[in-house]
């Protein structure tokens, strides 16, 4: 492996053996097992469960990390091509890249959507620039659409509740203030599909995945016997539904347009979990999201607090899905 940019780039076998590694590292850790290696991280977004975990993976495994957030601390970045650079950026990737790999092992990228065009982020372009200039092992922190971290440690958190490889995954739109980006609900719904569950996009109108992402779904799944639907219908999404994998994202029709997104999420309110979603239909469903989550307006408190929660077993895999990858990407095999 040389790089960890996508989940769903890699072979099945190889998700597999990811997954045996971080088990292992987690009952028989490894203190020594990256000494002397240095990872950079350059965080172009707020964290905390990515950058935390990332330097906690690679302190447990004795590499150290250092951090770089343009703008607070370090430089403004600029990422666009032939910029006139007359602005608040001071330093253009284009040297910042090469300099910060320079110091390190192994550098990890997160860089967020620009949620102005559909085509560009779908396209992948900031990151993909990113990944251009970067020589060294690159990981993937979360980019436009992807978020491969997050769909280790999920995958792993399945496992561990003992969900079946077929069962049935409703992967929910839930409300925000504001448009959030496809990164997480792109990166579990491919997880999913490459598990070979029964993959179901629950959304309101507006809401919808778009094609391109459920295509690649589809395919991931067919190969691995699970499947791929998409609809508004809640009480047909979520009747046995092993696992409900909440989050929020922003209207794929009105991409880009604020007021527009937020007209048609003004209505929908009830799209917060509740127990009542459960009661009848799946009694037994446990409950992800990848966190930050807005509690009473995302996920009521009384599901969020109760037993059908795995949120933080959640994020504490964070830290083993990433030592996994740190052991692969810098480790000695
Ligand atoms: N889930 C996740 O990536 O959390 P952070 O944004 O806090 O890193």
């Known amino acids: 492996m040389r790089n960890f940019l996508d989940l769903a780039a890699l072979p099945r076998e190889e998700v597999l ?36 975990s990332m ?12 951090v770089i957030t343009p703008g607070s601390g370090s430089w403004q970045l600029e990422t666009r091509v032939g910029a006139v650079m007359n602005g608040a950026a001071a330093e253009h990737i284009r040297e910042a890249i ?19 065009d559909l085509a560009v982020d779908l396209a992948e372009q900031g990151f993909t620039a990113i990944a251009g200039l970067c020589r060294k092992p690159l990981v993937n922190l979360e980019s436009a659409m992807n978020h491969p971290c997050q769909a280790l440690a ?31 609900p792109a990166a579990a719904l491919t997880m999913a599909a490459q598990r070979g569950m029964e993959v179901v996009v629950l959304r309101p109108a507006g809401f919808e995945m778009p094609a391109a992402l459920i295509e ?45 997104d937020a007209r048609l999420r003004a209505a929908l309110g009830d799209w917060m979990v509740r127990k009542s979603w459960f009661e009848d239909t799946a009694p037994d469903c446990r409950l992800l999201h990848c966190l930050p989550v807005r509690r009473n307006v995302a996920i009521a408190d009384e599901v969020l ?11 504490a895999n964070r830290l083993y899905a990433q030592m996994a990858v740190l052991h692969r990407l810098l480790g000695t095999r």
């Open 17 to 52: 053996e990811l997954l045996a590694l971080a088990r292992r590292l987690q009952e028989q850790p490894e203190p020594t097992a990256l000494a002397g290696r240095i990872l950079g991280l350059l965080f172009f977004n707020p964290s905390l469960r990515t950058l935390a």
């Open 55 to 66: 330097q906690a993976a690679m302190a447990r495994l004795g590499g150290q990390s250092f």
């Open 98 to 116: 090469p300099v910060l790999e320079s110091y390190c092992d192994a550098l990890g990228v997160r860089a967020f959507a620009e949620g102005r």
């Open 154 to 184: 999920d995958w792993k958190t399945l496992d561990e509740l003992d969900v079946p490889r077929h069962a049935k995954f409703v992967l929910s739109w839930v409300n925000h203030p504001r448009a959030l980006p496809l990164a997480v």
């Open 216 to 260: 690649r779904a589809r395919a991931l799944a067919a190969a691995a016997g699970g499947s791929v639907t998409e609809t508004e219908d809640r009480g047909a999404a979520l009747a046995g539904a092993q696992v409900l994998y909440a989050k929020e994202w922003g209207s794929t029709a009105h991409y880009g347009d604020a007021e527009a």
């Open 305 to 315: 607090d109760g037993p059908r929660s795995a949120v933080l077993a959640e994020a």
